[in-house]
């Protein structure tokens, strides 16, 4: 069977950077707080001039150096929903931009987990047609522009940052392979995180914008809290070990873990379940939650950091709020850098 994988990664973020200490002055919460339970020291933001578009064409420029962006037979966008504009695909543009002009381009959307879904929508698209070679997995993010620091339901957003990520999935790579993958989706928590105004329940209007109603909000964070915890960990854990054991593996196969960034406790609970020290993960620490794009950033700093070896075990795990916890395993071939 035809091996299919991930032959090159890129990453972009964008110059203005919020520290910890920033973030305190915005929000009232201590730094050290932020530094040590928020797991932040610092995160990037994007000015006016860049939007996800933007953030994601920079990111993809570096995945295109191995290869005639006329080669690329796909582009999807797997990025964050709050785009440049609503009710329009910015997959079109980066297809555009990139020159890629002999590729059709469309978005996925599954919030902060769809980067593993991603994989598995690339992989299982090279398997079905042998007409596609080449596709392009792009991502960017602008978060930070809808966190309303002065919030407290929103609290746990607050680690929302900016930036751009690509990956390159191929036939026959010689860098790594993509094996199996496992999602799970828990639609009770459909309706507790969301931006309020803007779509077709609350149009924007004067009332909107006065009312603040434009960023995200969490509805009843004390009852999402008291469903979610139960099962969040377990969901992550599970999906896991779920597409390790269709790829053939077990938890003690895994070599590098490729987290969203979370809190710095659910990061440790994490490899704690998974009997995994902290060298063995990817922890976006310097950089915070770019919505999809954190396991593709920890795959290239991973590699770019030698943590992958010929052989090596990685997995991208990551959740998204509605809920839905995806993971894909990822065999390293490559002996060198992405």
């Known amino acids: 069977m035809t091996s299919i994988g991930i032959e090159a990664t890129s990453v972009y973020f964008p110059k203005g950077i919020e520290t910890a200490e920033i973030l305190a002055e915005k929000t009232g919460i201590p730094e050290k707080i932020i530094i040590e339970k928020f797991g932040l020291y610092e995160k990037h933001v994007a000015d006016e001039t860049m939007q996800a578009s933007d953030l994601a064409i920079a990111a993809a420029r570096g995945a295109l150096n191995k290869i005639d962006p006329l080669s690329i037979d796909v582009v999807i966008y797997f990025g964050s929903a709050h785009k440049d504009y609503y009710v329009w695909?910015?997959?079109?543009?980066?297809?555009?931009?990139?020159?890629?002009?002999?590729?059709?381009?469309?978005?996925?959307?599954?919030?902060?987990?769809?980067?593993?879904?991603?994989?598995?929508?690339?992989?299982?698209?090279?398997?079905?047609?042998?007409?596609?070679?080449?596709?392009?997995?792009?991502?960017?993010?602008?978060?930070?522009?809808?966190?309303?620091?002065?919030?407290?339901?929103?609290?746990?957003?607050?680690n929302f940052a900016d930036g751009g990520?690509?990956?390159?999935?191929?036939?026959?790579?010689?860098?790594?392979?993509?094996?199996?993958?496992?999602?799970?989706?828990?639609?009770s928590f459909h309706n507790d995180v969301r931006i309020p105004a803007g779509g077709s329940k609350h149009f924007a209007s004067m009332e909107t914008v006065q009312n603040r109603q434009h960023y995200i909000d969490v509805v009843d964070p004390a009852s999402m809290k008291e469903r979610?915890?139960?099962?969040?960990?377990?969901?992550?854990?599970?999906?896991?070990?779920?597409?390790?054991?269709?790829?053939g593996l077990a938890l003690q196969d895994i070599n590098v873990l490729l987290p969203l960034h979370s809190k710095r406790s659910m990061f440790r609970e994490l490899l704690q379940r998974l009997n995994l020290p902290e060298e063995k993960a990817v922890?976006?620490?310097?950089?915070?939650?770019?919505?999809?794009?954190?396991?593709?950033?920890?795959?290239?700093?991973?590699?770019?950091?030698?943590?992958?070896?010929?052989?090596?075990?990685?997995?991208a795990v990551s959740a998204g709020t509605g809920y839905t916890w995806a993971a894909t395993v990822i065999q390293w071939k490559g002996e060198n850098g992405l």
């Open 283 to 315: 922890y976006l620490d310097h950089h915070g939650h770019m919505s999809a794009l954190d396991p593709c950033i920890g795959l290239h700093f991973a590699s770019q950091q030698g943590k992958l070896k010929n052989g090596d075990i990685a997995v």
């Open 228 to 247: 979610l915890d139960p099962v969040s960990l377990p969901n992550f854990e599970k999906v896991i070990k779920q597409a390790l054991q269709k790829s």
């Open 89 to 158: 695909s910015c997959a079109s543009k980066i297809q555009y931009e990139l020159g890629t002009k002999n590729a059709y381009a469309f978005e996925i959307m599954n919030v902060s987990a769809s980067f593993p879904i991603a994989l598995k929508v690339a992989k299982d698209m090279l398997k079905a047609d042998e007409s596609i070679k080449n596709i392009l997995l792009v991502g960017g993010c602008k978060d930070s522009q809808f966190i309303d620091y002065e919030n407290p339901r929103s609290r746990f957003m607050f």
């Open 165 to 187: 990520t690509a990956a390159l999935v191929m036939r026959e790579s010689a860098t790594s392979e993509i094996l199996e993958s496992a999602i799970i989706t828990d639609g």
